[in-house]
């Protein structure tokens, strides 16, 4: 592989991104449920370069025991990346980069699950970067509460996620490796799409209280046409065939749609 060389700039004077995207352009996106035969829920994601994997088990008895919470279950999320993800060999021993990921991806899911149906369970989300171009963690919560989905886990919502970057002075959606690396900054986001409630909210570089309103907004719409990726997702892996028995097609996709994107939050207005 040639050394990666840095870019003379990152957008161009035609207000264009190094792989030709305008600023608020997501990368193309690849959704797929119940991708793994062995776990309860899995589903996969590739957005641009990057391709991960997530696999639900559970909720299903806790070991070591000492984890246990008696008044609801534990949500036990691992990020991990495969050796061969990124440019550099990955060491396979958990880095504390890997460690962190694994709890943001954790909570930024925990206010969406019925984590109290589940007291004293764990409910296991493995997450695998199988190849890494920018955007994992966020990626990687598309994909998880997609098996969560698959797992049958009751939530109140799926949980889309995106980060919102600066480059050259613009701000720009979903940033590409190139773009997270060379560029001023990033802000990783998720959210609850039908409260526009914010479940994850990080920020690397400097911005100014204006770039962060207006990235928290482009996050937010951009969110919202990941959540229309995520249920088409979850339909095209129930949705019954053309000619199957049972329900009459439309008003099974009346009822998906009723169940995925109107769920209430208890005490929301
Ligand atoms: O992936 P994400 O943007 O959520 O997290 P990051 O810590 O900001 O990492 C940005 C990118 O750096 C990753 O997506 C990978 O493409 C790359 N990376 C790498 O090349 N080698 C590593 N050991 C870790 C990250």
Do not use: W
């Given at each position: 592989?040639?050394?990666?060389?840095?870019?003379?700039?990152?957008?161009?004077?035609?207000?264009?991104?190094?792989?030709?995207?305008?600023?608020?352009?997501?990368?193309?996106?690849?959704?797929?449920?119940?991708?793994?035969?062995?776990?309860?829920?899995?589903?996969?994601?590739?957005?641009?370069?990057?391709?991960?994997?997530?696999?639900?088990?559970?909720?299903?008895?806790?070991?070591?025991?000492?984890?246990?919470?008696?008044?609801?279950?534990?949500?036990?999320?691992?990020?991990?990346?495969?050796?061969?993800?990124?440019?550099?060999?990955?060491?396979?021993?958990?880095?504390?980069?890997?460690?962190?990921?694994?709890?943001?991806?954790?909570?930024?899911?925990?206010?969406?699950?019925?984590?109290?149906?589940?007291?004293?369970?764990?409910?296991?989300?493995?997450?695998?970067?199988?190849?890494?171009?920018?955007?994992?963690?966020?990626?990687?919560?598309?994909?998880?509460?997609?098996?969560?989905?698959?797992?049958?886990?009751?939530?109140?919502?799926?949980?889309?996620?995106?980060?919102?970057?600066?480059?050259?002075?613009?701000?720009?959606?979903?940033?590409?490796?190139?773009?997270?690396?060379?560029?001023q900054g990033d802000i990783p986001m998720a959210t609850i799409?039908?409260?526009?409630?914010?479940?994850?909210?990080?920020?690397?570089?400097?911005?100014?209280?204006?770039?962060?309103?207006?990235?928290?907004?482009?996050g937010i719409n951009s969110c919202k046409y990941l959540h229309?990726?995520?249920?088409?997702?979850?339909?095209?892996?129930?949705?019954?065939?053309?000619?199957?028995?049972?329900?009459?097609?439309?008003?099974?996709?009346?009822?998906?749609?009723?169940?995925?994107?109107?769920?209430?939050?208890?005490?929301?207005?």
């Amino acid at each position: 592989m040639s050394p990666e060389v840095k870019p003379d700039f990152l957008i161009s004077p035609e207000g264009l991104r190094i792989d030709g995207r305008r600023v608020d352009e997501l990368r193309p996106i690849e959704l797929k449920v119940g991708v793994l035969k062995q776990a309860d829920g899995s589903a996969s994601i590739r957005q641009g370069k990057t391709y991960i994997i997530a696999a639900v088990y559970g909720p299903r008895e806790l070991h070591p025991r000492h984890l246990t919470l008696n008044d609801r279950a534990y949500l036990r999320v691992v990020y991990r990346m495969a050796t061969f993800s990124v440019p550099d060999r990955k060491r396979p021993a958990p880095s504390r980069r890997e460690k962190e990921i694994s709890m943001v991806i954790a909570n930024a899911l925990k206010p969406v699950i019925f984590l109290e149906e589940y007291p004293k369970a764990v409910i296991d989300v493995f997450v695998t970067v199988i190849q890494a171009d920018g955007g994992t963690r966020c990626a990687a919560i598309n994909a998880a509460s997609l098996a969560l989905a698959d797992a049958g886990i009751p939530m109140r919502s799926l949980v889309p996620a995106v980060a919102v970057g600066k480059a050259d002075g613009h701000l720009l959606v979903d940033l590409g490796d190139e773009e997270d690396k060379y560029g001023q900054g990033d802000i990783p986001m998720a959210t609850i799409p039908h409260s526009d409630e914010i479940v994850l909210l990080q920020q690397d570089g400097s911005f100014t209280r204006e770039e962060i309103m207006e990235a928290a907004q482009m996050g937010i719409n951009s969110c919202k046409y990941l959540h229309e990726l995520q249920k088409d997702a979850l339909k095209l892996a129930y949705a019954r065939k053309p000619g199957d028995e049972g329900d009459d097609d439309d008003d099974y996709e009346d009822d998906l749609e009723h169940d995925l994107g109107e769920a209430e939050i208890p005490g929301d207005e």
